[in-house]
């Protein structure tokens, strides 16, 4: 078919892609980090209030799902939402980004728990309409597929764009000071995602009536549990996420409070950039050439491996106090397989539909796929909750035990550094026993399963006839 979506409208949809997750990335890296170490809240209320708002935002996306499918408007179904949605957690991340300087410790944990629970929901407000809005903007084969990448590509450069800079653009910001860094750098985010999402509005238009397949939080449970492998992938995404988004959390206070120097934050910049470098290059080279010469299940088992050799790399460099350089080491390592786990992850639940259709004769596809999303949430929150009860346990915080800059020393650095390093690798182990025991979508297989299937629609088209 030819190309019906003009290339401004491409252009559009991929900068508010880039927008839409830099302003992801900055609440889910830093906004821990903003509220317990700069604000000084309570790292306890902070890990229940994180791991609480994420499990109701991840249930919040099925009702989301529903809202927008049953949304009837002159602009169609999805660009009120957009532009509504934007708007609204563009205004919540300014507003929690910019935290009063002088309040008590209980204003100060419902000032966050307010503000992130409404960020959460703004900001599926947008996201759920942003993803499910491709069928009906563009028509089938290529041009979807190109929409689709276009989005994908320019989401994970926007998290990179966060990842890598956050820290340098907050202290320029900010002069040195974190707390007015982080109000500029939201509002800069906050204002580039509102401005490129308005692009998205009015140069794209709804083509086609698709309705989005919507679903409740109780079928989705009931189909991963009808479907051991769909089941599998969930809990072996929830183990890889946990363990990777702990030493992301974790590791700013590593830098600024093991290392430190009044440079610390250009190292820790210097280690995100490494390790992003690599991700990226991961899914983008090593991925494909990898599977020129081996099996994706033989790739996804080599990651998982690769990944705990990072983290005992990155665990011996650590304990015997090694130069920090030497810590780029395992981030180049940890970050690549994580990328090539990434992308296998949702090949493997793509193959976990196909089995769910052979054996139980539904095809959950919407379902699986938001259960991705759902247990993605939950790792975030569960990470948050292990980072937090870290830092509360050992008094890791520039108000309490290391003022005027004093490194961490005794039980509360060997406590960052065992939380940092070890407890990821444990996780690892059993993401690696976990997949390993119970997945057996192998190519053969997943071939035996493709002819069924086709079999079967054979059939039934020849009793229509």
């Not at 419902?110 to 629970?117: E, K």
């Not at 665990?315 to 015997?320: A, G």
Request: proline share 2%.
């Amino acid at each position: 078919m030819e190309k019906t979506l003009s290339t401004k409208a491409e252009v559009s949809y991929g900068l508010s892609a880039v927008g839409k997750d830099m302003m992801f990335m900055l609440t889910g890296s830093y906004v821990l980090y903003y509220f317990q170490d700069i604000l000084g809240a309570s790292a306890w209320a902070m890990g229940v209030i994180l791991l609480c708002a994420r499990i109701f935002d991840a249930f919040n996306d099925p009702i989301m799902g529903v809202i927008t499918a049953k949304t009837k408007t002159k602009w169609g179904k999805f660009r009120p939402w957009l532009l509504v949605g934007t708007g609204l957690n563009s205004l919540i991340t300014v507003i929690m980004f910019a935290g009063p300087k002088d309040m008590s410790p209980k204003g100060l944990v419902a000032y966050a728990a307010v503000t992130y629970i409404l960020w959460g929901v703004t900001y599926t407000m947008a996201d759920i309409p942003f993803w499910s809005m491709v069928p009906s903007m563009t028509t089938p084969g290529k041009e979807r597929e190109r929409l689709t990448q276009v989005g994908r590509t320019c989401a994970t450069i926007g998290g990179a764009i966060v990842t890598v800079a956050a820290m340098v653009c907050v202290m320029a910001l900010g002069n040195g000071d974190e707390r007015v860094g982080f109000r500029w750098y939201a509002l800069i985010i906050s204002v580039f995602t509102f401005v490129a999402m308005l692009g998205v509005c009015f140069t794209m238009k709804e083509k086609s009536t698709e309705n989005i397949e919507t679903t409740s939080v109780k079928y989705m449970f009931k189909a991963l549990f009808k479907n051991d492998q769909a089941l599998t992938m969930a809990l072996t995404i929830i183990l890889i996420n946990t363990a990777f988004y702990i030493t992301a959390n974790l590791a700013i206070y590593f830098y600024k409070y093991a290392i430190g120097g009044e440079g610390w934050y250009n190292n820790y910049t210097m280690f995100a950039v490494v390790g992003g470098s690599f991700q990226a290059l991961s899914m983008i080279l090593f991925f494909p050439l990898l599977r020129k010469r081996m099996r994706a299940i033989s790739v996804f088992k080599t990651a998982l491996v690769g990944a705990a050799i990072g983290y005992v790399i990155f665990t011996i460099i650590v304990f015997l106090h090694l130069h920090h350089y030497f810590l780029y080491i395992p981030a180049a390592i940890i970050f690549s397989c994580n990328g090539l786990l990434m992308v296998l992850l949702t090949i493997f639940l793509a193959d976990s539909v196909d089995y769910g259709e052979y054996k139980n004769g539904n095809r959950d596809e919407s379902v699986i796929f938001s259960i991705q999303t759902l247990v993605v949430k939950f790792a975030s929150g569960v990470s948050a909750l292990v980072a937090s009860i870290c830092i509360s346990t050992f008094h890791i915080s520039k108000d309490t035990s290391h003022v005027a800059g004093q490194l961490l020393q005794g039980s509360a650095l060997r406590g960052l550094e065992i939380t940092i390093t070890i407890v990821p690798m444990i996780i690892f182990i059993f993401a690696a026993i976990v997949f390993f025991k119970k997945y057996n979508l192998t190519e053969e297989k997943m071939e035996t399963i493709t002819s069924a299937l086709n079999a079967r629609k054979e059939n039934k088209d020849t009793e229509g006839e």
